[in-house]
């Protein structure tokens, strides 16, 4: 399954299949892109992040790819599990650790 | 052990009320962090500390006054609370200053003005 980040909001995919979560950026002049995972009452979770100068960087089950060209982010999730449902953000900086937050985007994993 | 611990976790008090939102980490990081989550779940910074120094003030209420009494904690008074108040506030860390790495943050304070 594949969501289009602020166009929409909430993504539903099986478990077992791999998911897709797009964010478009802001500024072309940030240089740093973290992932965030927010369970329902609980704060923002680190998942992954990359740099400008990289375009993939790969960690346990997740992808994060980075197209400078289109400010364009996506975090992939391999054979998706329930326990991956939660809303995703991404999140861009610039300077100074000051992070601008995506809209979010709502993971739902059907068993 | 919680890394970065706030307290209270829900805080509910009426219109004009003051009220103050603690948040200690025991990561020994050098930064933290005060944002707000509005109820389309849109999270914002409001400001950063160094080793008990603002460095970032983003454009915020004087009614809001971050507080830093060491670089373990960063505490947040609000004066005079308005309707849109209302939100979820998140305290965060980080190691250093000036570097960009990722933050780590607590549960949240659920603050709703009756």
């Known amino acids: 399954g594949e969501s289009v980040g602020l166009h929409l909001p909430t993504l539903s995919v099986q478990e077992g299949d791999n998911s897709i979560i797009n964010c478009a950026y802001s500024n072309s002049a940030s240089d740093y892109f973290i992932w965030y995972k927010q369970e329902s009452g609980k704060g923002p979770q680190f998942i992954i992040d990359?740099?400008?100068?990289?375009d993939k960087r790969q960690g346990q089950r997740v992808t994060v790819l980075l197209n400078k060209t289109v400010k364009h982010l996506s975090l992939q999730i391999a054979a998706t599990q329930p326990g991956d449902s939660a809303v995703y953000f991404c999140a861009e900086t610039l300077r100074f650790n000051k992070f601008y937050f995506g809209s979010g985007t709502k993971l739902n994993v059907k068993p | 052990d919680t890394a970065v611990s706030q307290t209270p976790k829900y805080l509910v008090t009426q219109m004009g009320n003051d009220k103050s939102i603690k948040c200690e980490q025991n990561l020994g990081h050098d930064t933290m962090y005060w944002y707000k989550q509005d109820s389309k779940k849109f999270l914002k910074i409001m400001f950063s500390y160094n080793n008990k120094e603002l460095i970032i003030n983003e454009t915020v209420p004087n009614r809001f006054s971050p507080k830093s009494p060491d670089k373990a904690h960063l505490n947040l008074h609000i004066n005079s609370l308005e309707l849109g108040d209302s939100a979820v506030y998140f305290c965060a860390s980080s190691q250093e200053s000036g570097v960009n790495q990722p933050q780590h943050f607590g549960d949240g304070t659920r603050l709703s003005i009756l």
């Open positions: 990359i740099r400008s100068n990289m």
